[in-house]
Structure formats: structure tokens, C-alpha cells
């Protein structure tokens, strides 16, 4: 007897579900809502500086290369350069002699 009064364990239960169009939670809808529409805008806005940040690094490549490309025609044209091929030994000599005088000039006694 006390099986025919309970309900099957295969029978579905129904519950009682508002409509698509009608809401039973306003509020939360509507924090939903603003948490959409924030999270919208700042993606909108971190799209926007990571572009700004993509193009200053393209300008900031193309001024280092031209820039590489001065420095090294500079370095290729320089009389520095051209007594340093001709003269290594004293080249080596002039720097190892200057390095000297800077630590000792640099060291604390």
C-alpha cells in the first residue's frame, strides 16, 4: 500500500518555469544586464589600446632600424674605424691603457 501512494522513481517531475519573455528575478536580470554591457565596453576599450600599443611598437622597429642603419654607415665612414683595422695591436693597447687609468680613477680607497 505504501507503494501506490508514492510516485514512481522513472516519472519526471514538473516544476513551474516562467516564460522566456517574463521574468520572476527583474534584479538580477538587470545586474546581469549591466555586467554585460561593462564588460562590453571595456573589452571595446582594451581592444582599442592594444592597438595603440601594436602601432607604437611598429614605429618605435622602423626608428630603431633606421636609426641601426645611421649609427652603422656612420661607423663604417669613421677614421676610428679605419685605425682600428689598420692598427689592432695598438687599438688593444690604447683601450686596455684606458681602462686601466678609468679604474683606477673609479676605484674607492
Known amino acids: 500500500m505504501a507503494n501506490s501512494q508514492t510516485q ?10 516562467a516564460p522566456s519573455s517574463e521574468s520572476t528575478h527583474p534584479l538580477a ?18 581592444a582599442a589600446a592594444e592597438q595603440g600599443l601594436r ?20 661607423w663604417n665612414n669613421s677614421s676610428i674605424r679605419q685605425y682600428a683595422v ?5 687599438t688593444a693597447g690604447i683601450a686596455f691603457a684606458a681602462g686601466a687609468l678609468l679604474a683606477s680613477l673609479l676605484r674607492k680607497d
Not at 35 to 42: E, G, K, P, Y
Not at 64 to 71: I, R
Request: aromatic share 2%; hydrophobic share 25%.
Open 86 to 90: 689598420e692598427n689592432p695591436v695598438k
Open 55 to 74: 602601432d607604437s611598437a611598429t614605429k618605435g622597429s622602423e626608428n630603431f632600424s633606421k636609426q641601426k642603419q645611421q649609427v652603422e654607415s656612420k
Open 29 to 46: 536580470d538587470k545586474v546581469k544586464d549591466t555586467l554585460h554591457h561593462s564588460v562590453d565596453a571595456l573589452s571595446e576599450k582594451a
Open 8 to 17: 514512481p522513481k522513472n516519472v519526471a517531475r514538473t516544476s513551474k518555469v
